[in-house]
């Protein structure tokens, strides 16, 4: 059957229990009117496969609900050939969502968000269990609050393979609001020209969420901003006293940036076997943005088994900025090896004193100027850095 600019096939798949046919969709659509039709009829399993071209954004979807194993999937007919979603406030908007899966898709100058997905408001039940794969983000905004990805009260979810690069100069590459349970990894982050926004930023009440292996590239002021500072309407759920808990941020490469993770009102994070390779004021930073009464100071971070190289006149206070109405002192640096490459006996000032730690001996990385961190045979920092990632 054809139907305007969409092609269905239906695929019988068996019977249930109660002799009901269960049947999964495949839909190829060319065109924006075409998957605003397919998804209108959408069940669970529905594969709507997305011609390679250009198409309009400004997509707004709601209420599509896949199923356990059987999720609704948007994704490209040829892969190699990826179609292309410009402009729009946001090329989709997605509310009130689950068991959905995006993968192979380009999105480009959208001039609010590249993707927005939310929970329509309705705090209480979360989007959840949806996967972003190799998708591609770039050129949104330029100018304010404008993220590659925006995720508010999402539970369950992947991010995977994805680039995203020249976000809003004062967003964030995916800014997570209220969202627990959540990995991102394999992606590629590239900034704008200049230091202003941030990569991922868990904020709101975000919790359990791990950041892993992934390649940041200049990507804003902070790589990684752990926590953030969120309007008290905004949290999911209602105030718990802490911007973030539980992130894990490990194995990842950082290149460039003022400094590659802010923690910024958290109770509880870990940042491992990550290698930092020159940034361009600090490593990290100890910060307290909500100060509101409940909140608990920035605290109880384990920063362990990392690999920095950095660069004299590039290394602010000692590497590590303490703001105001934090808890410096519940910090805990184990293991991490530090290499000033124009002077090797410079080392960190760090708010408590490491364990283990190592300063001064050069890492041999294999191919630096070309962007290979990875360690040579032999190097003094084996067992430090994202290589090392058990």
């Keep these: 059957m054809r139907t305007g600019a969409t092609d269905w096939l239906l695929v019988l798949a068996g019977l249930s229990a109660g002799g009901c046919v269960a049947r999964s969709q495949e839909v190829t659509v060319r065109d924006a009117a075409g998957l605003r039709q397919a998804l209108a009829q959408a069940q669970p399993g529905a594969r709507l496969l997305v011609a390679p071209g250009e198409y309009e954004g400004g997509l707004y979807f709601t209420d599509l609900h896949g199923a356990d194993g059987a999720p609704i999937t948007i994704t490209a007919v040829d892969p190699s050939s990826p179609p292309k979603f410009m402009g729009g406030g946001s090329a989709f908007h997605f509310a009130d969502v689950s068991h959905l899966v995006l993968e192979d898709l380009t999105f480009e100058g959208a001039?609010?968000?590249?993707?927005?997905?939310?929970d329509g408001g309705?705090?209480?039940?979360?989007?959840?269990?949806?996967?972003?794969?190799?998708?591609?983000?770039?050129?949104?905004?330029?100018?304010?609050?404008?993220?590659?990805?925006?995720?508010?009260?999402?539970?369950?979810?992947?991010?995977?393979?994805?680039?995203?690069?020249?976000w809003g100069d004062g967003g964030s590459a995916i800014d997570m609001v209220g969202c627990h349970r959540g990995t991102i990894e394999g992606c590629t982050f590239r900034g704008r020209d200049g230091v202003s926004g941030t990569g991922p930023q868990t904020k709101g009440g975000t919790s359990d969420i791990v950041i892993r292996r992934n390649r940041f590239e200049?990507?804003?002021?902070?790589?990684?901003?752990?926590?953030?500072?969120?309007?008290?309407?905004?949290?999911?759920?209602?105030?718990?006293?802490?911007?973030a808990r539980a992130i894990t941020v490990e194995g990842n490469v950082f290149i460039g940036s003022l400094a590659a993770v802010a923690f910024v009102g958290v109770d509880g994070a870990e940042f491992r076997w990550n290698t930092v390779h020159l940034p361009l004021k600090w490593c990290l930073r100890i910060l307290q943005e909500t100060t509101e009464p409940g909140f608990v100071p920035c605290r109880n971070v384990s920063f362990a088994h990392n690999l920095i190289l950095f660069r004299s006149d590039q290394w602010s206070e000692g590497g590590c900025n303490i703001g105001p109405h934090t808890a410096p002192d519940t910090f805990r640096f184990v293991g991490n090896a530090w290499y000033c490459t124009d002077r090797p006996a410079l080392g960190p000032t760090l708010p408590v004193p490491e364990q283990d730690g190592m300063v001064g001996r050069d890492p041999q990385l294999a191919d630096p100027e070309n962007g290979d961190l990875s360690l040579r045979d032999g190097s003094p920092a084996a067992g430090k850095g994202h290589t090392a990632l058990p």
């Design 111 to 118: 001039t609010g968000n590249g993707l927005n997905i939310d």
């Design 122 to 166: 309705t705090f209480g039940s979360p989007a959840h269990h949806l996967t972003l794969r190799r998708l591609t983000i770039t050129d949104v905004g330029p100018r304010g609050n404008c993220d590659g990805i925006k995720l508010s009260g999402v539970d369950d979810f992947r991010v995977e393979d994805c680039v995203i690069e020249r």
């Design 218 to 243: 200049n990507a804003g002021g902070r790589a990684v901003n752990v926590g953030g500072s969120t309007g008290l309407e905004f949290f999911r759920p209602a105030l718990q006293g802490y911007e």
